[in-house]
């Protein structure tokens, strides 16, 4: 390990052994344990990165190896819809319910933490977002979706987290269209990492990595083409 800090690491090296596990099948991930010790090993200990970054990636959000993904809840922390209830069973449905019940509250346009149990992500944000019946999105709703992700990152700042990842809030049935969810998604995560300088600065200092996780080809694209659009502007 001490010879190795006598070389310059690429800037890259890190985010393409990343890369490379996220598009790594599970048997991979089996066969081949020791890439994600290696990934940890030279982002933790030899590599600093100086600018934070935000990436849409098409996966599961329940396999990441994050510090703490986000889960779409309703105001009482309860188990409900496909994606919310998938998360609940994967992190172990009894001892979550247990302690969100001890919770027992969030307001829309915030957020709650717990643990992420046998999830490979160590915590939960439980991120309570407005709901949207029609094509006419008010700016009240607008506003509390762009507060539930700010509160969701302002948990990163203060727990010193290095990773987070997020589904897209809101899109799709009873929702936004999917252009406006990521329009509103990352312009709203670009101007807080923008506004928050203090976050590349943090005791551990790593620099925090915002994960976009979606699952349809179509809502992928769409996300990497607005991504490229709001950096060009």
């Known amino acids: 390990p001490e010879a190795v ?13 990343r890369d490379m596990l996220d598009q790594a ?8 344990p020791g890439l994600d010790g290696i990934a940890t090993w030279l982002g933790r200990h030899y590599f600093v990165r100086d600018t934070n970054r ?27 819809g496909a994606v919310c209830q998938h998360v609940f069973e994967l992190a172990g449905k009894e001892k979550l319910e247990e302690e969100c019940a001890a919770i027992g509250h969030c307001e829309i346009g915030n957020s709650v933490i717990t643990k992420g149990y046998n999830l490979k992500a160590h915590h939960i944000v439980h991120a309570v977002a407005p709901y949207f019946n029609d094509t006419h999105y008010d700016e009240e709703s ?15 700042v203060d727990n010193k ?24 998604a990352l312009s709203t995560c670009i101007d ?7 976050i590349s600065k943090l005791e551990n200092k790593y620099p925090l990595d915002i994960t976009f996780c979606v699952v349809d080809e ?9 991504y490229k659009k709001q950096l060009e502007s």
Not at 59 to 80: E, K, R
Not at 161 to 184: M, Q, R, V, Y
């Open 54 to 80: 935000i990436r849409i990636s098409k996966a599961d959000i329940t396999h990441l190896d994050v510090d703490a993904i986000v889960n779409s809840a309703n105001s009482s922390l309860t188990s409900y």
């Open 192 to 198: 807080y990492l923008k506004n928050h300088k203090e």
């Open 218 to 226: 179509k809502q992928y694209q769409l996300g990497e083409a607005e």
């Open 5 to 17: 800090k006598k070389y310059v690491i690429s800037k890259n090296l890190r985010w393409q052994i």
């Open 25 to 32: 099948n599970i048997n991979e991930r089996i066969i081949y």
């Open 142 to 156: 607008i506003e509390l979706l762009r507060s539930t992700y700010r509160s969701a990152l302002q948990h990163a």
């Open 161 to 184: 987290w290095c990773s987070i990842a997020f589904p897209l809030l809101c899109a799709g049935h009873n929702g936004l269209d999917n252009k406006t969810a990521w329009e509103i």
